[in-house]
């Protein structure tokens, strides 16, 4: 095998990407991976996850100092941030752990290429590196090779973009150098959650327009209805069934922009006023330049990549994972994509992936989580259920720590008692959700949650109280 020559070539190293490379190599695959950016982590670790994840840590600390810590008696003489160094230290992280990623790269001796990868023939990859002074062109043979290339946030077709700087996504948002006074968030959804809780905490008023009448739509009514309780009470303002129908420049200077948009029901026009608007309308599928018709690999009409249930395109030998192919676009749902591909790769026969089981979060405050199947969702299979909910602010932890809002439902079948699906707002909800999804992955029932010992004070005792709700319809707490 000559030093062009690989077993396995991945495309993209967000963390589909890079953690599928790095199994392979432990699978004694030679292996490299393509990245078109200059550092690795792909748009979770770079202008995603992370960086937003950081920022909602720091307006949290500076929202409870401001809001809360007053009853914990803790005072301020002069309390302020610093946008600047709450960037920087956002920036510290990213480049700490992309250094981190590097060296996992060396570790497990995978080549790494910077460049735009495209496909030249079934076994043969070009790759171009526009970002040097001297542009490079290389080719690169494989035997099997996994696109990981992600997805990009969308840009409304029929919006008006006339003032770019004032318009922008949520990469652009992560990096403001000042805080809007008047912030406008187009899309409801888990982004525009987050991103309207950093800059209401750092003072901005914000309005988020949603098309649907609810916000986060896909997860279970009743976290919707909560979060919007919620976020309203910390004067966010959230308008849904609105299609937003034009944006427009205020006035020469560019320093306002108006949101136009039409009720869906009644067709009545509102106008909303605001110095920055972010667009948090989904994420399109990243397939450019991959050269996809040189080797006859199909897209949906969404752009979509299309695959089998082993992750295979149309070329047996060539895998998509992640955001490329649909689905729910979270990073660990890519890596858990990205394994499953190495591992069929090998000749191993991974389980099945069961996407009703990839947990869902939200980092506001408090946070959301979410795993199985919905209320809606299992009256539309016309299964018999029963429900617990139990009410976060019974929990002597909640009331400790002073996040008493939210609750903990379970979704169980009313004949096996089998957990068919776990909701919860309430703080610590991203930790949380994982016993919800191991209990189903075992196919647990109500009552094996409710025999478990949970520790006390903790928010998990919420888990055991909505459990013995759903088996026997009783609390010992409510």
């Known amino acids: 095998m000559n030093n062009n020559s690989y077993d396995l070539v991945v495309i993209g190293s967000g963390p589909g990407g890079y953690v599928s490379a790095i199994r392979a190599s432990q699978l004694g695959l030679r292996t490299a991976i393509i990245e078109k950016y200059k550092n690795l982590g792909g748009t979770c670790l770079n202008v995603g996850c992370i960086p937003s994840k950081s920022l909602l840590d720091s307006s949290k600390y500076f929202f409870l100092a401001k809001n809360h810590y007053s009853s914990h008696g803790i005072f301020f003489e002069k309390l302020f941030f610093d946008l600047k160094k709450m960037m920087n230290r956002k920036n510290e992280i990213v480049r700490n752990i992309n250094n981190g990623i590097k060296f996992l790269m060396k570790k497990n001796k995978i080549d790494v290429y910077q460049g735009t990868g495209s496909f030249k023939t079934k076994n043969i990859l070009l790759i171009k590196n526009e970002t040097s002074l001297i542009k490079e062109k290389q080719e690169i043979q494989f035997k099997f090779c996994i696109i990981s290339t992600g997805s990009n946030p969308s840009w409304g077709p029929s919006l008006n973009f006339d003032i770019k700087n004032k318009i922008i996504s949520s990469t652009e948002a992560l990096n403001l150098n000042e805080v809007p006074n008047k912030l406008i968030i187009i899309g409801g959804g888990v982004i525009g959650l ?285």
């Not at 991974?350 to 009703?356: A, W």
């Not at 109500?446 to 709700?469: C, G, M, N, Q, V």
């Open 194 to 478: 987050e991103l309207g809780s950093i800059f209401n905490r750092l003072g901005s008023e914000v309005t988020i327009i949603e098309t649907m009448d609810r916000i986060i739509s896909n997860m279970d009514d009743s976290l919707s209805i909560e979060m919007k309780k919620i976020l309203e009470k910390y004067s966010i303002k959230i308008e849904t069934s609105l299609s937003v129908t034009n944006i427009i420049k205020k006035n020469n200077n560019h320093k306002e922009i108006l949101v136009v948009a039409k009720h869906n029901h009644n067709g009545n026009k509102i106008h909303i006023l605001g110095d920055y608007c972010i667009l948090s309308i989904g994420r399109t599928p990243y397939t450019k330049d991959l050269g996809l018709e040189n080797v006859g690999i199909k897209t949906d009409k969404k752009g979509f990549i299309l695959v089998n249930e082993s992750l295979q395109s149309v070329r047996n030998n060539i895998y998509a994972i992640g955001d490329v192919i649909g689905g729910k676009m979270l990073a660990h749902k890519a890596e858990e994509e990205g394994l499953y591909a190495v591992e069929h790769i090998v000749g191993q026969k991974p389980n099945k992936l069961n996407y009703n089981l990839i947990p869902s979060v939200i980092y506001t405050y408090p946070e959301v989580a979410s795993v199985g199947f919905t209320e809606k969702e299992i009256k539309r299979n016309k299964i018999e259920y029963n429900i617990g909910i139990f009410p976060m602010k019974v929990l002597g932890r909640a009331r400790a720590s002073g996040c008493i809002d939210g609750f903990l439902k379970i979704i169980s079948h009313k004949e096996t008692d089998e957990i068919l699906g776990v909701h919860l707002i309430g703080e610590h909800a991203a930790d949380m959700i994982m016993e919800a999804t191991v209990a189903m992955e075992f196919q647990s029932s109500s009552e094996d949650i409710y025999r478990i010992s949970h520790p006390h004070p903790t928010f998990s005792e919420s888990f055991k109280e909505a459990a013995l709700l759903s088996f026997e319809n009783r609390s010992i707490h409510i």
